[in-house]
């Protein structure tokens, strides 16, 4: 039983600011997926863990949980386009892009601020999402003056100092 509807649970969430992350990896045939992602913590740093959580509708689920790892890209302020792209649906999100492969496969799409390489090393059902907590094995720290992109309340915000 719950006193409040779903609408007034988002809105309340969203009030929450986060970054925004594009999240890749390999689907076992190798086909690239790839989302934009605000459900980034982190949560460990010894060993160093993070995590974020896949919504079970989403298109690239079971081949984002199966892959035996992922890349999480944090976003600049510059790259609002970037996002709205891996947040699109219908479309092959990586047309015309040049990316490399990372560990397990993941593509790399270039210009991120910063990127974390991780080994999946838990699989948690909850609710209509699954949490995929990750080891980071690899990571580019980036450029720490660099500006994130911001998201609040459902819309992209300029993170000031
Ligand atoms: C700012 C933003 C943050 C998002 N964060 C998440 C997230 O944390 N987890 C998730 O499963 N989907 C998230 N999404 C939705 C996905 O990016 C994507 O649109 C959705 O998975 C639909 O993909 P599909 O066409 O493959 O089904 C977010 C979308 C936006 C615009």
């Keep these: ?84 792209r891996f947040a699109a649906r219908g479309i092959d999100r990586f047309a015309g892009l040049t990316y490399t492969r990372g560990l397990y496969g993941a593509p790399i799409l270039p210009g991120a601020m910063a990127l974390l390489e991780c080994r999946t090393v838990q699989r948690v059902d909850a609710g209509d999402h699954t949490i995929l907590i990750g080891q980071v094995e690899r990571l580019d720290p980036g450029n720490r003056t660099r500006k994130p992109l911001g998201y609040l309340r459902g819309r992209y915000t300029a993170v000031a100092d």
């Design 1 to 84: 039983m719950t006193s409040f509807d779903s609408r007034t649970f988002r809105d309340t969430l969203g009030q929450f600011l986060t970054g925004v992350t594009i999240v890749t990896a390999a689907a076992q045939d190798g086909t690239p997926l790839g989302l934009t992602v605000t459900s980034f913590p982190s949560v460990s740093l010894d060993p160093p863990l993070v995590l974020f959580y896949i919504d079970k509708k989403a298109g690239s689920h079971d081949g984002m949980v199966s892959a035996p790892g992922y890349a999480v890209h944090l976003l600049g302020g510059d790259q609002a386009d970037l996002s709205n």
